[in-house]
């Protein structure tokens, strides 16, 4: 019978991929960071820390804990470079558990957005994956095309 997983683990283990991510970003600047925007990002993940690991009452559970983890792994999901290589092969070597996955190309061979975080993905994603190649702009377009169904449902 697979272990139950708890807040506190599962928030430690974040703190941790967070703490990847503090030593991605500066042992490999990302190219299009100045010094202020490196020590803003690095501000932000150190907020992040320190709300997953000591969160208001009614912030403290796994569901609320997926918005972290979305917030935390955004930018290593949808960049490349040194930076992202880095962060994924010494989150691999720690082995977290966390994956590197395309996410709109999942939305996309599903053909629905599934839920609130995925909507608001897409949304903040739609015209960067384009620009980046990440999709062709038939893939954006039925994107958008998603986006539009969603907001009908709710």
Request: glycine share 4%; charged share 35%; proline share 3%.
């Amino acid at each position: 019978m697979p272990k139950r997983r708890n807040y506190q683990e599962e928030a430690n283990k974040l703190a941790a991929a967070i703490d990847l991510a503090v030593e991605s970003f500066e042992k490999y600047c990302p190219k299009e960071f100045d010094k202020k925007s490196l020590d803003h990002t690095i501000s932000c993940y150190e907020e992040w820390k320190e709300m997953t690991l000591n969160p208001e009452p009614k912030y403290k559970s796994l569901a609320s804990l997926k918005y972290q983890i979305e917030s935390v792994f955004t930018y290593f999901q949808e960049a490349t470079g040194e930076t992202v290589e880095y962060f994924w092969k010494k989150l691999q070597e720690r082995n977290l558990g966390y994956e590197r996955v395309n996410k709109l190309e999942k939305i996309l061979n599903r053909g629905k957005i599934k839920g609130r975080i995925e909507y608001d993905y897409v949304k903040d994603m739609i015209f960067v994956a384009e620009q980046v190649g990440l999709t062709s702009k038939e893939e954006s377009s039925k994107l958008s095309e998603m986006l539009d169904e969603y907001e009908k449902i709710k």
